[in-house]
Nanobody
């Protein structure tokens, strides 16, 4: 059974940092592109970041570029999203997702955001507030 599980969410003050992790069971996360998405209630889902499997190429939404960093941990077959300089508008639930069996982030960039992803985690809440 394929399953993705996010962790690392929480509450932080503006300007602070959080590190989200995405672990997989049922398949090797190293073999596929991994995307992070977020969705504020009442708004369209936003594609936040993606890292490909084949060449490690990364993508970032303009809203997080320079503040967030996506990476892989091959030792644990997990993916992380390091979030820095957090803003209140970053507050929402974050999801990791995979466009199985794609190696590249082609599904990540497809519109509407997330429509090509076929495996999702349950989400982890990030709250940025003073």
């Amino acid at each position: 059974q394929v399953q993705l599980v996010e962790s690392g969410g929480g509450s932080v003050q503006p300007g602070g940092s959080l590190r989200l992790s995405c672990a997989a069971s049922g398949f090797n996360l190293d073999s596929y592109a991994i995307g992070w998405f977020r969705q504020v209630p009442g708004k369209e889902r936003e594609a936040v970041s993606c890292i490909s499997s084949s060449d490690g190429r990364t993508f970032y939404a303009d809203s997080v570029k320079g503040r967030f960093t996506i990476s892989r941990d091959s030792a644990t077959s997990a993916a992380s999203l390091q979030m820095g300089s957090l803003k209140p508008e970053d507050s929402t639930i974050y999801y990791c997702a995979v466009d199985y069996p794609t190696l590249y982030c082609s599904g990540f960039v497809r519109k509407p955001p997330g429509s090509a992803m076929n495996y999702w985690g349950q989400g982890t809440q990030v709250t940025v507030s003073s």
